[in-house]
């Protein structure tokens, strides 16, 4: 069982960065992949990004490849998502995810937990 917590959103520019941040609960948090998701007003949960457990894969959506970083630490049992240049379509509630699963899954229904989201509003 893992809990998690996201945190770091807020309203910003047009070309500004962001640091999300995900605290996760749980002892095995370094066997989970960790994923990155979110949703505009209107549409469908997307994917962003995901990183296996130790660090060796990670996968984005077309849309944020090369503006967005994501990283864990699991000493710390946080996943991050750097998101620079961000743009006014990044405006939405990102969600993190865990999933067991061997494979770096982009679809919702390849994660099990989920957390609560947080809020990122880009400004033109």
């Known amino acids: 069982q893992v809990q998690l917590v996201a945190s770091g959103g807020g309203l910003v520019q047009a070309g500004s960065s962001l640091r999300l941040s995900c605290a996760a609960s749980?002892?095995?948090?370094?066997?989970?992949?960790m994923g990155w998701f979110r949703q505009a007003p209107g549409k469908e949960r997307e994917f962003v990004a995901a990183i296996s457990w130790n660090v060796d894969l990670t996968r984005y959506a077309d849309s944020v490849k090369g503006r967005f970083t994501i990283s864990r630490d699991n000493a710390e049992t946080t996943v991050y998502l750097q998101m620079n240049s961000l743009k006014p379509e990044d405006t939405a509630v990102y969600y993190c995810?865990?999933?067991?699963?061997?494979?770096?899954?982009?679809?919702?229904?390849?994660?099990?937990?989920w957390g609560q989201g947080t809020q990122v509003t880009v400004s033109s």
């Open positions: 995810a865990a999933s067991p699963s061997l494979v770096v899954g982009v679809y919702s229904y390849n994660y099990n937990y």
């Open positions: 749980g002892r095995t948090f370094n066997k989970y992949i």
